[in-house]
């Protein structure tokens, strides 16, 4: 998308600002209202939120597309919550197209049995990455094939943690702790090491995830809770991405 701006110059300043022009907004209307007057205090608190918290700042350092995923997914929100369906849907589908797992949350129209919406947000979405990869030099039919390759490579290769890298899931951080701990009696212990464990903990998690889904689907709950559980779905399963801060 932005490789198309010229000059070069211009891609990262116009990145970054279509993020904080999305996030700004969305954060204000979170807090006190979009419409609400600004005093000095909202002000402030709104400075500290969006630049010196530390999710915006990792974000804004990578340089990553979760910087546009994660206003899209705030102001589908807010376009549900008002019942404007076909607006999230667009919005929906875009953060789909930026980063495949945001598709987790098309369960929140089937929750609500509103599948047509469900339907049209992976239509769109299919639509979208199409288009965005028919603009690449070999065109639609290779670039996908390259897409979905690479698809199929993140999801043979979980996270899991490693030396060098840790993902926002929660094993990665249980492989940083118990590292971190063992290191301490002179015995490192490496939980992807040790293939019982991580095929045990991706059983669990499976499985925990499975039940609040299940539970989400029983017992009709407010958007937000819908969306806090969907998003510890995701943190729950071992996918190799480091793009959950923002949520």
Request: aromatic share 14%.
């Amino acid at each position: 998308l932005f490789s198309l701006v010229e000059p070069v110059s211009l891609r990262v300043p116009i990145f970054l600002a279509s993020f904080f022009a999305g996030f700004i907004p969305m954060v204000k209307q979170y807090l006190y209202g979009l419409k609400s007057r600004l005093t000095l205090h909202r002000v402030l608190v709104l400075f500290v939120l969006v630049f010196l918290t530390y999710p915006v700042l990792f974000a804004v350092d990578r340089g990553n597309f979760d910087l546009l995923v994660c206003p899209l997914l705030l102001s589908f929100a807010w376009s549900y919550q008002r019942q404007k369906y076909m607006a999230a849907t667009w919005l929906l589908a875009l953060a789909i197209a930026f980063k495949p797992y945001a598709a987790v949350f098309i369960l929140i129209y089937a929750i609500d049995k509103r599948y047509r919406y469900a339907f049209l947000t992976a239509l769109t979405a299919a639509f979208i990455s199409a288009m965005s990869l028919s603009l690449f030099k070999d065109g639609l039919i290779v670039e996908t094939q390259k897409y979905l390759a690479a698809l199929s490579n993140m999801a043979n290769d979980p996270s899991f943690g490693s030396d060098f890298v840790y993902t926002s899931d929660i094993f990665s951080g249980l492989t940083m702790l118990t590292k971190s701990v063992t290191q301490a009696f002179k015995h490192s212990v490496n939980l992807p090491d040790h293939p019982s464990i991580s095929m045990a903990y991706l059983v669990l998690a499976g499985a925990a995830g499975l039940y609040l889904i299940i539970q989400l689907w029983r017992n009709p709950e407010p958007l937000w809770k819908k969306l806090a559980i969907l998003t510890i779905v995701i943190v729950l399963l071992p996918i190799n991405t480091h793009d959950y801060r923002l949520l």
